[in-house]
């Protein structure tokens, strides 16, 4: 029997047909397309919807050529906030609405009017209201497009809209909602509260489910004996993206932490229940039973060096960008402040923006690159600073993302954070996280560890430097930062707008 797992990506769709030892047998990929104006960004959801069967379709093919095994999963992982806006024959009543669309910062003044900043950490487990967040979304949309929004029947999250799509069925699962800010990560339920304010009814909302639920079965229209896909293929909706990759890198222990380094770049460590401290770490739902997880989340993080590249280093491969870095003596200290879209964890500043601080003439362009590296590792040592004061158990961290490909950027990261970065050998950890969790609930394996033993292992692991070089690079880092906060404000009032999607590059569609 084979396993599809689909990784609904925000720069390109992956799916991934694997075996019931979890051997990869083939990987299928496609670029998103995104229409941006401003601060919006949005999407065909159809066309995401038809780039994502004929992947499926395609390694389904491939799968059968290979075994001819059936596919008795098709499990479902990736991003989580972006929103789709359905009517009452289910079809979309406006382009998708992508994360990255930063059109609602109005709302979020007003929802942070109406509702306690502490009100809301406590409940949705997030520090800060940003736009971001679908619910900011949704009330753009009553205030702004009355006449799309009194058309709008169902309120869907992506994940939800690809599971509906394949098995008839609108489901949500707990560690996705706990981006929407309107679940309550403790009750694990809708916030009526804040619904209610937004005008939004609990029934226009999928049916929540845990983690790794079986929402139904493959619609017949899309069965095909040829490929193993059929009638019976259960439509699983998975987790979360970076939690299928914590499992899909063998992270899943205390101690570990693991570090998603794509376009956004993210940490998440398992704890036994939410953390509420000055600190203010976000808190998720984990993908397994009861589970929570704590998931500082940069924006700007390999989002910085994809901007950097594809404007001022087109010309240059990743591969020889690493080889000249690597053969660079490093002159004075040159800071980048990596906050191209604003500042996330643990910082939370919508005004700032990115920063080159110590330019000197000796400088050219891959010396800015490498300072674009060394903010991300900066900006990754802020964020565990942050997870340690909250109490988090650091002994190792397990990269995984189109970063940990880069051995000089894994070697920054681990330099500045001061601790061992492990690089499993499978580069699709998402993938591979959520055919594991099909695969146990198969029954493939007893259990998560025995399924990780089997199909996980690690391809590099980077020591440490002991050269104080790095602290003293940090402590400037942070010090140029503070020194811009109210530089950062005044700007943003200067400028009239707020740190929006509008600098996103278009070749952000391909990795």
């Known amino acids: 029997m084979n396993i599809i797992s689909v990784d609904l990506g925000t720069t390109n769709l992956k799916a991934a047909v694997y075996d019931q030892t979890l051997q990869m047998l083939h990987l299928q ?16 959801a159809d066309e995401y919807f038809s780039q994502i069967l004929t992947i499926i379709q395609k390694v389904a093919v491939y799968g059968w050529q290979q075994n001819r095994e059936k596919i008795v999963q098709i499990v479902l992982t990736g991003q989580a906030e972006s929103l789709i806006l359905l009517d009452k024959s289910c079809r979309p009543v406006c382009p998708g609405i992508s994360w990255l669309d930063m059109r609602s910062s109005q709302e979020c003044l007003e929802l942070s009017a109406a ?19 679908p619910i900011t979304k949704i009330l753009w949309m009553k205030k702004n497009r009355p006449d799309l929004a009194q058309k709008t029947a169902y309120y869907l999250l992506l994940k939800d809209y690809i599971a509906f799509r394949l098995c008839g069925k609108m489901a949500g699962d707990h560690s996705i909602y706990c981006f929407s800010h309107y679940f309550h990560i403790t009750e694990r339920n809708y916030w009526k509260e804040i619904l209610d304010y937004c005008s939004v009814q609990v029934r226009q909302l999928p049916q929540l489910m845990p983690s790794g639920s079986i929402a139904g079965f493959l619609k017949e229209e899309f069965a095909c004996p040829k490929s193993g896909l059929s009638e019976g293929t259960k439509i699983n909706i998975g987790t979360l993206d970076h939690f299928a990759g914590m499992i899909g890198a063998g992270c899943i222990k205390k101690g570990q932490i693991s570090e998603s380094a794509g376009t956004v770049l993210s940490l998440a460590a398992f704890t036994e229940k939410p953390v509420f401290d000055s ?14 997880v704590l998931l500082p989340v940069c924006e700007s993080g390999g989002f910085s060096m994809e901007w950097f590249k594809n404007q001022f280093l087109q010309d240059t491969s990743y591969g020889e960008l690493n080889k000249i870095l690597k053969e660079r003596e490093r002159l004075t200290p040159l800071i980048f402040l990596p906050y191209l879209t604003g500042v996330n964890a643990p910082d939370y500043n919508e005004d700032a923006s990115g920063v080159f601080f110590g330019i000197r003439a000796g400088y050219d362009r891959y010396d800015l690159a490498f300072a674009v590296m060394q903010g991300v590792a900066c900006m990754l040592r802020k964020n565990l600073d942050s997870l340690k004061q909250s109490g ?34 499978n580069e699709e950890a998402p993938c591979l996280g959520a055919a594991v969790m099909a695969a146990v609930q198969e029954g493939f394996y007893k259990t998560y560890e025995e399924a990780i033993a089997a199909c996980v292992s690690i391809k590099h ?3 440490p430097s002991k050269d104080p070089a790095f602290e003293r690079t940090y402590q400037l880092f942070c010090r140029t930062y503070d020194a811009l906060e109210e530089t950062f404000r005044i700007g943003r009032q200067g400028r009239g707008c707020t740190p929006c999607a509008k600098n996103t590059p278009d070749s952000m569609q391909s990795s």
């Open 461 to 463: 692991q980077y020591q």
């Open 279 to 292: 600190g203010r770490v976000a808190n998720y739902c984990g993908p397994f039973p009861d589970s929570y």
């Open 115 to 133: 509702f306690l900043q502490e009100q809301c950490y406590r409940i949705t487990g997030q520090p800060e209201l940003i736009p971001t967040w």
């Open 392 to 425: 988090v158990q650091i002994d190792k961290i397990i990269s995984t993302g189109g970063g940990a490909r880069s051995p000089i950027w894994t070697q920054l990261k681990a330099d500045f954070a001061g601790h061992v970065i492990e690089v499993p050998d």
């Open 29 to 44: 990929s496609e670029p998103v397309t995104y229409e941006k104006a401003g601060d919006f960004v949005e999407f065909d």
